[in-house]
């Protein structure tokens, strides 16, 4: 990817100090070991605390989170008839831009200034879940997305998602993985 810039910057800090109070796209080079400059989108340019965001260049249709919103009657089944009332902690969110601490490079999960929410609640990036079934199977129907293609940025190879709940010892059900740079 090629940037066509003036300067580069460190921070969204860096930036402002340097006379930028628009908010919008600065070229960052973040640490001495970058070999390329980074996009980063700065939000809050014109108050003391700009925000530093990844724009998520494959679009919300390719990064979402989604805790889904049904329940089986018979909860130890993987299908069958479904609960009248919708499970209260769903919800489905997806995200265009996602905030990143340019110290650690942490993404900030529950960031949702550049997100769309429906449901109940808004689901943090790459969290899913349902209460849909307790069957050991391949039952789950929560869902999360992360493709950071065309950022030059990538998830580390050693992150890794740990399920939480019951019934204890139930499984992350992985149906593909595509983490591109």
Not at 53 to 73: H, M, Q, V
Not at 120 to 126: A, Q
Request: proline share 4%.
């Amino acid at each position: 990817m090629l940037f066509f810039a003036h300067s580069e910057y460190r921070s969204c800090e860096d930036a402002q100090a340097r006379g930028n109070t628009k908010d919008g796209h600065y070229v960052m080079r973040l640490n001495d070991r970058c070999s390329d400059p980074i996009r980063i989108y700065c939000f809050a340019m014109d108050t003391d605390k700009p925000y530093a965001f990844i724009t998520l260049e494959s679009g919300p249709e390719n990064n979402f989170a989604i805790i889904y919103d049904k329940r089986l009657r018979d909860r130890f089944q993987c299908n069958g008839p479904v609960m009248p009332q919708i499970y209260q902690e769903s919800g489905s969110t997806s995200f265009s831009k996602v905030r990143i601490d340019l110290t650690t490079l942490r993404i900030i999960d529950d960031d949702f200034q550049f997100a769309q929410s429906s449901g109940n609640k808004r689901i943090p990036y790459g969290t899913a879940g349902d209460c849909y079934s307790m069957n050991q199977g391949n039952c789950r129907k929560g869902q999360f997305k992360i493709d950071l293609t065309g950022t030059l940025l990538s998830v580390r190879s050693d992150v890794t998602w740990q399920p939480q709940g019951l019934p204890k010892g139930i499984r992350i059900q992985v149906t593909h993985q595509v983490l591109r740079v």
